[in-house]
């Protein structure tokens, strides 16, 4: 197992607590949740194994491990239930007297996807997806790939949306990729396009900047008024891309308040 990618994630969070106090609350909770994940994960590589299996592009939901997750989410539940902010507590305690039934449909349905029937509560879904997305990142990590022939503005493997996009150095520049808000698969994606409606008129693509984050940009669409925070490595080598999202709290509020909206919400619901 990678165990550094867990570790940067726990660390960036600890750093942009202390230098963000008004995302604390939200990276404090993440730092607990991410070393809880990392756990996960490590469980689950060592029952499934570390080697690397075909799959066709868009079948990693196909594959649900319950007999390997369900015994872990009550534990997950009580350790969400001392740690989360109170009504995350509340909805982690009462999904505990549920049972395991109740657990089995709910983890099925969040695993299929946010189309799937009966929706669950905002709560359930929240907590599901912070269980979950260890495992779909391991299935992704453990997935042998190939270059999607075409440009795609959902994952490959699961059909996920992105959470957020990325900028690496590239020559002079800097080469714009995708990040999964389910599996966190990554995805090479052109700079100058919206990645929820394939918007390319530069006259309609909005970016938005604000000094306390200069390694982040929102980028806002016009025609769909869909928007996605980009974490600009080549400013900051640094940053960790999903955490530093969760830290961006004002960008995320002035992209609110001029009418646009995430094109997928990350996995504390921000």
């Known amino acids: 197992m990678n165990t550094s990618r867990w570790d940067q994630r726990i660390y960036r969070a600890n750093e942009l607590a202390r230098t963000h106090p008004f995302a604390a609350e939200a990276l404090r909770f993440y730092e607990r949740i991410a070393g809880f994940q990392k ?3 490590s ?3 060592s029952a499934c194994g570390h080697a690397k299996e075909p799959r066709a592009p868009g079948t990693l939901r196909d594959e649900l491990d319950l007999f390997v997750l ?7 539940l009580a350790f969400v239930e001392t740690i989360a902010p109170a009504p995350l507590a509340r909805s982690a305690s009462g999904l505990i007297a549920q049972g395991a039934q109740h657990w089995q449909a709910l983890l099925q349905a969040s695993w299929r996807g946010p189309d799937q029937q009966p929706k ?3 709560a359930e879904e929240a907590l599901s997806r912070l269980f979950l997305q260890p495992y ?3 299935l992704a990590d453990h997935t042998q790939q190939t270059p999607p022939l075409h440009l795609q503005s959902v994952c490959s493997l699961c059909g996920g949306k ?3 996009g990325v900028l690496r150095q590239e020559g002079d520049g800097g080469k714009r990729s995708l990040i999964c808000s ?3 698969n990554e995805w090479e994606f052109r700079r100058m396009l919206c990645p929820a409606c394939g918007e390319e008129n530069v006259e309609n693509l909005v970016i938005y900047t604000a000094d306390q984050f200069l390694h982040i940009r929102i980028e806002a669409c ?3 008024r869909h928007y996605i925070k980009t974490i600009d490595l080549t400013k900051n080598g640094n940053a960790v891309p999903i955490v530093d999202d969760l830290a961006a709290i004002p960008l995320s509020l002035w992209a609110e308040e001029n009418g646009y909206s995430k094109v997928q919400a990350n996995i504390l619901g921000i």
């Not at 369900?70 to 997950?76: A, C, D």
């Open 39 to 41: 756990t996960i994960y």
């Open 43 to 45: 469980d689950i590589e």
């Open 70 to 76: 369900l015994p872990r989410f009550p534990h997950f």
């Open 120 to 122: 669950p509560s905002c």
């Open 136 to 138: 779909a990142e391991y």
């Open 162 to 164: 992105p959470q957020a």
């Open 182 to 184: 389910f599996c966190s």
């Open 222 to 224: 016009d025609s769909c």
